[in-house]
Nanobody, 127 residues
């Protein structure tokens, strides 16, 4: 069973940047597609970004495209989310998640289809 721990959240002014990390333990995530999701108060959890294990292909929600960058370091068993030009509407609890091991299809944007989750890290963007 993999354990995921997110970090790097905090309070930032609009236009600022944060870098989130998702450190995995228990097993390697080198064969997992990885994703970042977020959930604002009173809203459903929504897809933000994903990266495949094979080839490192990335996918972004339209709301973050051009501002967020997902990356992975398999040697460190860690996935990152670089967030630039942050907006107040980016305020949410950010979670990382693993897809099924060895999944060769495109990662789902539906959070219900992902396997393991971290506890989340809070990002608050002030105007």
């Amino acid at each position: 069973q993999v354990q995921l721990v997110e970090s790097g959240g905090g309070l930032v002014q609009a236009g600022g940047s944060l870098r989130l990390s998702c450190a995995a333990s228990g097993r390697t995530i080198s064969s997992n597609n990885m994703g970042w999701f977020r959930q604002a108060p009173g809203k459903e959890r929504e897809f933000a970004a994903s990266i495949t294990w094979r080839g490192g292909s990335t996918r972004y929600a339209d709301s973050v495209k051009g501002r967020f960058t997902i990356s992975r370091d398999n040697d460190k068993n860690t996935v990152y989310l670089q967030m630039n030009s942050l907006k107040p509407e980016d305020t949410a609890l950010y979670y990382c998640a693993t897809d099924l091991v060895g999944a060769s299809r495109l990662p789902y944007t539906d959070s219900q289809r992902w396997e393991s989750w971290g506890q989340g890290t809070q990002v608050t963007v002030s105007s």
